[in-house]
């Protein structure tokens, strides 16, 4: 380990801007454009507290004669509600900013739990093979027969029954990943299987075991940091996937109760509102949402291409 | 060949047996079914005879087996809610359905596909570019948002469409359908423009994908040389290699798009069979809940094996293969 103090060997921060990875970063516009507005999005959402102007969930600030008032730039617009007033007098901008934390916190917690599962069920059915394998694979092959959001609307609402009401708040975030992840875990595991199943007979993994390297270990270290990169743009792809399906759950109501709002229940309570000419209380959660999805989306997309050694 | 279509059939069975698990899982784990028949002041004894003649008491592997005996012979009970036979409930809503998922079908593979040829053929023109990038938007767009979007739009501030329902609709015998009428047919425009939205730009990709494979071939380059005008060359000659895969892909679609229309027919409220199942979700009406997963994964099972099937039968290379 003296290689990292040698002056000559450059720093991991120095080798991850020499690396192609940057230099294709660097020249597609649209990957910058899409990681600065993830960044703006996602820093102004967990600086919630701090940036809105009131705290959607104080219901004591809440008045009843700032309802359901326009947009600053509409006539009756009044600061400091820069996006108007829902049929509460809550802030549409606070909401929007608080929900949006909501649902990336879902997205991120979904991907990880899907991650971790995929990744290590995947490994296992990859080194062990045999009737591990054969099991994974087969619940696998079930799970992606049946479309996706019936499985995660009945896993969803079925898990919400037996939530105690002292449980209730923290339990349906819980149940949410929980959903999104069954389904997603299928994806990484196939992905880890399938290059575990080649890594495993290199010579260098059979060297390793030969020097009596525990299963574990060769595994986590040898095995697993050559199936990432695929893993990676997954993930990324995933994230985007995770959060539709969260705000697709809670449009349906069966996702984040009201009193918590993800973006997909914002939408889900101001759709009741859109007959009435309240047409911003669905706009713009919905317009932060597709945001936030479309910017994932195209880092995805550029992810893909830029680590697909056959397009270089 | 053989081995391969049984083996298929095989695969279809056995998601079929865990679907319907999952469906018996959730039936035997929401509530207790003698609570929600009886009243309270039912006695002890009244209940117990209850059970009895629900079969409650067996083992679970014996509910379990007379469970899947009746799906298949299409009985899911009746409805917590309103005492209905369940499959004739769902039944009814079906023609709502199967027509909004047709018609989004028809719509994608209308605009899919030309767009998909365009953006092959001319692939540095800025608007081959520009369709590129909407489909990148196309994907992420939640389809709910959508048709929010298009209600927004052109119900409430243009006014050209009904925003809910089905309009009016004609009987055919069982199957009850609103294309034949003026209302029916401008209802279904905006539900199904949302939900073709996403196959739209699978359809787009899919082609572009297979055309810009296929016109690398030596036999374009070879009708180009002997000169073949090139809109022949490509609508005629590599557009038709390309639509084998698509065609595929559209069977297979069409059971995802029957179940997720259930999202585009809760914005617009229109009365299909995914309607039904999220509003007994509401009220946690287990016996529809159950038998939409079991039809819905059903439809979606054999439309893949016969997708599969169908690629053995015509593909040769698979037939040595022992897939």
Redesign the interface.
């Known amino acids: 380990m003296t290689d990292r103090t040698d002056p000559k060997m450059p720093s991991r921060a120095e080798r991850f801007f020499d690396s192609d990875l940057w230099w294709s970063f660097k020249s597609h516009k649209?990957a910058i454009g899409a990681a600065i507005v993830l960044a703006l999005v996602i820093v102004a959402a967990f600086l919630a507290p701090v940036l809105s102007p009131q705290d959607p969930y104080d219901l004591a600030a809440l008045e009843l004669w700032n309802a359901e008032l326009p947009p600053i730039w509409m006539d009756g617009g009044q600061m400091p509600f820069l996006l108007g007033t829902d049929v509460q007098g809550r802030d549409i901008l606070s909401g929007i900013l608080y929900g949006t934390r909501i649902s990336i916190i879902i997205g991120i917690a979904s991907v990880a739990v899907s991650l971790f599962v995929g990744i290590g069920l995947g490994l296992m059915a990859g080194y062990y093979g045999g009737w591990i394998d054969n099991v994974l694979m087969?619940i696998g092959?079930?799970l992606l027969?049946?479309?996706i959001?019936?499985v995660a609307?009945?896993v969803s609402?079925?898990a919400q029954?037996?939530l105690s009401p002292a449980w209730r708040e923290a339990g349906v975030a819980a149940v949410l990943v929980l959903a999104i992840a069954m389904y997603s875990w299928v994806q990484y595991a196939r992905v880890v299987r399938a290059q575990t199943m080649v890594e495993r007979r290199k010579e260098y993994v059979q060297a390793s075991r030969l020097v009596g390297t525990p299963a574990r270990r060769l595994m986590l270290k040898h095995i697993l940091p050559n199936t990432l990169t695929p893993i990676f743009v997954a993930a990324t792809l995933n994230f985007?996937l995770a959060i539709?399906i969260e705000?697709?759950l809670s449009?349906?109501?069966?996702g984040m109760p009201p009193n918590q709002p993800s973006l997909g229940t914002l939408?889900r309570v101001g759709?009741q509102y859109?007959?009435s000419g309240s047409?911003w209380i669905?706009?713009f959660p919905?317009i932060q949402?597709?945001i936030l999805?479309?910017a994932?989306?195209?880092l995805g997309?550029w992810l893909r291409d830029a680590l697909n050694p056959k397009l270089r | 060949m053989l081995a391969f279509i049984i083996k298929r059939l095989a695969?279809a069975v056995?998601?079929m047996l865990?679907?319907t698990f999952?469906a018996f899982v959730?039936f035997t784990?929401?509530?207790d079914p003698v609570d929600q028949m009886l009243n309270e002041q039912a006695t002890q004894a009244q209940r117990d005879d209850l059970r009895e003649r629900l079969g409650l008491d067996d083992p679970f592997l014996v509910q379990y087996t007379k469970f899947v005996g009746r799906a298949a012979q299409g009985d899911f009970g009746i409805s917590f809610r309103n005492q209905r036979d369940v499959l004739d409930m769902i039944a009814e809503r079906f023609p709502a359905t199967f027509e909004l998922v047709l018609v989004a079908t028809f719509i994608s593979l209308i605009v899919g596909v030309p767009m998909g040829v365009i953006t092959a053929i001319r692939r540095q023109s800025w608007y081959a570019e520009a369709m590129q990038?909407t489909s990148?938007?196309g994907?992420?767009?939640?389809?709910?948002?959508v048709g929010?979007?298009l209600?927004?739009v052109f119900s409430?501030w243009l006014g050209w469409f009904p925003?809910f329902g089905r309009g009016d609709t004609v009987d055919l015998g069982w199957w009850s359908t609103g294309l034949l009428t003026p209302s029916g047919r401008m209802s279904i425009v905006l539900p199904a423009l949302s939900l073709s939205l996403f196959q739209i730009t699978l359809v787009m990709r899919l082609v572009r994908a297979e055309m810009l494979e296929v016109l690398r071939s030596d036999f374009i380059k070879f009708a180009r040389a002997r000169g073949v005008p090139a809109r022949r060359l490509h609508f005629s000659h590599a557009l038709r290699n390309c639509l084998m895969p698509v065609v595929t892909m559209t069977a297979m679609q069409i059971?995802?798009l029957i179940?997720?229309a259930?999202?585009t027919e809760?914005?617009f409220q229109w009365p299909g069979m995914g309607l039904l199942f999220?509003q007994a979700?509401?009220f946690?009406d287990v016996p529809i809940?159950a038998a939409y997963?079991c039809i819905?994964?059903l439809i979606?099972?054999v439309l893949?094996a016969i997708v599969d099937m169908t690629y053995a039968v015509i593909d040769p290379r698979l037939k040595g293969a022992d897939a």
């Not at chain 2, 994907?139 to 948002?145: D, R």
């Open positions: 649209s087969r092959d079930v027969s049946i479309p959001v019936l609307i009945l609402s079925v029954q037996f985007g539709l705000a697709t449009f349906l109501g069966v939408i759709n859109l007959f047409w669905v706009l919905s949402l597709c999805v479309v994932v989306n195209m997309d | 695969n056995f998601v865990s679907v999952l959730i784990a929401v509530g990038f990148i938007i994907v992420s767009l939640p389809s709910f948002v929010i979007g209600i927004l409430v925003a059971g995802g179940a997720f259930l999202v809760t914005v999220i979700v509401t946690v809940m997963l819905v994964a979606f099972v893949n």
